[in-house]
């Protein structure tokens, strides 16, 4: 009852494999071509296990989803590469591994690369259950320079491990999660080790208007776990550049924070209204 009919050719086109397209999971050779045509069909993607190397930006679209088993790597080779989500909504992530291989290229010449996941005036994002791993900078980034707030974005239950590097000559700092310019911002039960850098950027979590004509509000910071930062707030609110805006609206609770060294576990910069509760 209640079924809608569909024949097999539109039931297959629900998702399709990035091998359909020639991708090679064997990390030998690039798959940046493959999994670019991929994306232009408009389906959702599935990666089989394997490890998938690029050599620039993926940019996905609208009203699709990228998921894989728990043996699917995207692995940078280069300072460009980042997954870059610019003014969609409704895209959804799950289940990659995204290996930024930072020990393979110099260190970055600009502040804005190489990241894991960067998302730009969208909509309705949910980043779930990925593995981002030896990446240069920041694992997730939500808002950078666009002055378009990204308004719901989820990032739960990932695990975010070994994220910047002391030895970035530009930048030196390294955020799991970071979030320039946003509005109901769902930051909950991820995993977030490994944080190394020099600058009071650095933190797990980091609130950071910058540069942008918006509000970051309306944000929940719940049920993390944050292990070691180096010298550095589990999390942290900062605010930096040329900016005109505030925080408001902060939900921090439920969270565990182990070993920042010498910084606070939390740091508060005191912008509008900011709850505190429950966190060890």
């Given at each position: 009852?209640?079924?809608?009919?569909?024949?097999?050719?539109?039931?297959?086109?629900?998702?399709?494999?990035?091998?359909?397209?020639?991708?090679?999971?064997?990390?030998?050779?690039?798959?940046?071509?493959?999994?670019?045509?991929?994306?232009?069909?408009?389906?959702?993607?599935?990666?089989?296990?394997?490890?998938?190397?690029?050599?620039?930006?993926?940019?996905?679209?609208?009203?699709?989803?990228?998921?894989?088993?728990?043996?699917?790597?995207?692995?940078?080779?280069?300072?460009?590469?980042?997954?870059?989500?610019?003014?969609?909504?409704?895209?959804?992530?799950?289940?990659?591994?995204?290996?930024?291989?930072?020990?393979?290229?110099?260190?970055?010449?600009?502040?804005?690369?190489?990241?894991?996941?960067?998302?730009?005036?969208?909509?309705?994002?949910?980043?779930?259950?990925?593995?981002?791993?030896?990446?240069?900078?920041?694992?997730?980034?939500?808002?950078?320079?666009?002055?378009?707030?990204?308004?719901?974005?989820?990032?739960?239950?990932?695990?975010?491990?070994?994220?910047?590097?002391?030895?970035?000559?530009?930048?030196?700092?390294?955020?799991?999660?970071?979030?320039?310019?946003?509005?109901?911002?769902?930051?909950?039960?991820?995993?977030?080790?490994?944080?190394?850098?020099?600058?009071?950027?650095?933190?797990?979590?980091?609130?950071?208007?910058?540069?942008?004509?918006?509000?970051?509000?309306?944000?929940?910071?719940?049920?993390?776990?944050?292990?070691?930062v180096n010298n550095a707030p589990g999390i942290n609110t900062i605010m930096a550049g040329t900016y005109s805006v505030s925080l408001d609206n902060i939900n921090i609770s439920g969270n565990r924070i182990n070993s920042t060294n010498t910084a606070a576990g939390i740091l508060l910069n005191g912008f509008g209204i900011t709850t505190v509760d429950n966190n060890y």
């Amino acid at each position: 009852t209640g079924n809608v009919p569909t024949n097999v050719q539109a039931k297959l086109r629900e998702s399709v494999s990035v091998l359909d397209f020639g991708a090679d999971n064997t990390g030998a050779s690039s798959s940046q071509t493959a999994l670019e045509n991929a994306i232009a069909t408009g389906y959702s993607l599935y990666f089989p296990a394997g490890t998938y190397l690029i050599t620039n930006v993926l940019s996905p679209q609208s009203n699709t989803k990228w998921y894989a088993n728990k043996d699917a790597t995207i692995k940078f080779s280069t300072n460009d590469c980042k997954i870059y989500a610019l003014s969609i909504s409704n895209w959804e992530m799950e289940g990659l591994n995204v290996d930024g291989n930072y020990t393979a290229y110099a260190p970055p010449t600009t502040v804005e690369k190489p990241w894991g996941v960067l998302c730009e005036a969208c909509t309705n994002i949910n980043i779930h259950h990925n593995y981002f791993h030896e990446i240069w900078r920041i694992g997730v980034m939500i808002g950078d320079t666009n002055t378009t707030p990204n308004v719901g974005v989820t990032v739960a239950d990932n695990y975010f491990n070994n994220i910047g590097k002391t030895t970035d000559a530009v930048a030196n700092f390294g955020n799991g999660i970071a979030v320039g310019c946003g509005q109901d911002i769902h930051i909950v039960r991820n995993i977030i080790a490994n944080i190394t850098g020099t600058t009071s950027a650095t933190g797990g979590i980091n609130l950071e208007p910058y540069n942008n004509t918006y509000t970051v509000r309306d944000v929940w910071i719940t049920d993390n776990y944050i292990d070691t930062v180096n010298n550095a707030p589990g999390i942290n609110t900062i605010m930096a550049g040329t900016y005109s805006v505030s925080l408001d609206n902060i939900n921090i609770s439920g969270n565990r924070i182990n070993s920042t060294n010498t910084a606070a576990g939390i740091l508060l910069n005191g912008f509008g209204i900011t709850t505190v509760d429950n966190n060890y």
